[in-house]
């Protein structure tokens, strides 16, 4: 499984990043604070695994929410691209 971070520090020289709309942090409950979806690293994993964490007080739940396909989309593109360039740095966990 491929798992891209979410993070509250804006994209900066080294890292890219899309940022979430409010409207769909909103939607799958995330907080208030801008964040994004980086693009230009991931992590290699298996599932199940004790790297993830569940959904605040939802036990065994990993999903927050879908967000819409055209975001879901222009992440993929954006990483695909990266990652054909060699440029999205990989952790194996």
Request: proline fraction near 10%; avoid cysteine.
């Amino acid at each position: 499984m491929v798992l891209l971070p979410i993070t509250h520090t804006p994209p900066d020289g080294n890292t890219i990043g899309i940022e979430i709309p409010a409207k769909v942090k909103q939607a799958i409950g995330l907080d208030d604070a801008r964040s994004w979806v980086i693009v230009s690293e991931h992590n290699i994993d298996e599932w199940p695994n004790a790297g993830l964490s569940p959904v605040p007080g939802k036990p065994g739940v990993f999903g927050y929410g879908f967000i819409p396909s055209g975001l879901f989309a222009q992440i993929k593109a954006r990483f695909l691209e990266l990652a054909r360039q060699n440029k999205s740095g990989a952790v194996r966990r």
